[in-house]
């Protein structure tokens, strides 16, 4: 069992940089493939970004390539986004999620562990 915590989220202006934090539980976590994902008000949850078990590789959506920074700190079972130049549709609740199977990183469907989200507010 692998449980997720975000932190980070809150209200931004426009243009604006946050920080958003996920902390995974147990001791194999080097292991698990990491992903963002968001759910913007009357909207299906979405993939923003994606990296490997080894921190080698990443992934990002296109809406978000170029703003947006994963990565992650495996002995401190941490993984990060780094969300700059933000804007009022990246307003969403974001989620991590862990990936045990390798594959499908930028489908929910590819995800075994979801933590519970956290509040991104981008003000015009």
């Known amino acids: 069992q692998v449980q997720l915590v975000e932190s980070g989220g809150g209200l931004v202006q426009a243009g604006g940089s946050l920080r958003l934090s996920c902390e995974a539980s147990?001791?194999?976590?080097?292991?698990?493939?990491m992903g963002w994902f968001r759910q913007a008000p009357g909207k299906e949850r979405e993939f923003v970004a994606a990296i490997s078990w080894s921190g080698g590789s990443t992934y990002y959506a296109d809406s978000v390539k170029g703003r947006f920074t994963i990565s992650r700190e495996k002995f401190k079972n941490t993984v990060y986004l780094r969300m700059n130049i933000l804007k009022p549709e990246d307003t969403a609740v974001y989620y991590c999620?862990?990936?045990?199977?390798?594959?499908?990183?930028?489908?929910?469907?590819?995800?075994?562990?979801w933590g519970q989200g956290t509040q991104v507010t981008v003000s015009s």
């Open positions: 999620a862990a990936n045990l199977q390798g594959y499908g990183l930028a489908q929910e469907s590819g995800y075994d562990y």
């Open positions: 147990g001791r194999t976590f080097s292991t698990y493939n």
